[in-house]
């Protein structure tokens, strides 16, 4: 079983900068594709960045040019870069690590407990 714990959230002016990082216990994070998500009161969960075991990344258009999602296996963990930090960036960040278990096969998804990220105006 997979647990991830997110941290790096904070309080942040407008045009800031964060970097958020998602660590791996118990499983080797480049063994799955890594998401960051996040969600804002009322909003639904929104998918924001993510990368493949080969590093291949992907983002969403609204953060396209400002955050950038990166892996560190020696420290089994995934980060998540943010600059120029706008109002409405603020959000609950989850880490997401989901494929299949290099063990068994089997579909897995994990979640952390996620991270408050508040960007004033």
């Known amino acids: 079983q997979v647990k991830l714990v997110e941290s790096g959230g904070g309080l942040v002016q407008s045009g800031g900068s964060l970097r958020l990082s998602c660590a791996a216990s118990g499983g080797t994070l480049r063994d799955y594709v890594v998401d960051w998500y996040r969600q804002a009161p009322g909003n639904q969960r929104e998918l924001v960045a993510g990368?493949?075991?080969?590093?291949?990344?992907n983002y969403a258009d609204s953060v396209k040019g400002r955050f950038t999602i990166f892996r560190d296996n020696s420290k089994n963990a995934v980060y998540l870069q943010m600059n120029n930090l706008k109002p409405e960036d603020t959000a609950v960040y989850y880490c997401?690590?989901?494929?299949?278990?290099?063990?068994?096969?089997?579909?897995?998804?994990?979640w952390g407990q996620g991270t408050q990220v508040t960007v004033s105006s």
């Open positions: 997401n690590a989901n494929g299949p278990d290099p063990y068994s096969a089997l579909e897995s998804d994990y």
């Open positions: 990368i493949s075991g080969s590093a291949t990344t």
